[in-house]
């Protein structure tokens, strides 16, 4: 027989609490990286479709209704571009699904092209304890505005 030199009780609970706690914290990382991947699949769905909405809006104007376009290219005005933007934005209901919604809209100049910049904060759903308490995602889309 074998002598006992130390008492081992309470080895196999303590092993069992660690792990357990490190299965918490990897299903805490693993829900809160999904929220924010879908959080930014949704942003990128907004981008694309405000841009696209902002290139068509390119269209609209009274440069092809009236004077016509001979040779040239679209003309897309940042004004333009962005009101197309917001007024998407808001039909969507962007700004209820995704509160605190910041949008950047750029046109580089004599450009034909529109880029839609969306950031949002991500409230997670679990935290981690010593991480930061929120994030924030964001998505780019672009579309170009030409006759083809």
Known sequence: MRARGQDESGQI????????????????????????????S??????????LTAADRAGDGEQVYTDGLGGERLRLTEATARGAVQAYLQQVGAYAEYPGLAVAV????????????????LDLPLSIPGSPGGAVVGATGSAVASIG
């Open 106 to 121: 750029s046109v580089a100049p004599g450009s034909d092209e529109v880029t839609v910049e969306l950031r949002a904060p």
């Open 13 to 40: 609970s303590l092993l069992v609490i660690g792990f357990a706690f490190v299965l918490l914290m990897g299903v805490a990382a693993v829900v809160d990286a999904t929220a924010a991947y879908l959080q930014r």
């Open 42 to 51: 949704g942003l990128n769905t907004l981008a694309d479709g405000a841009a």
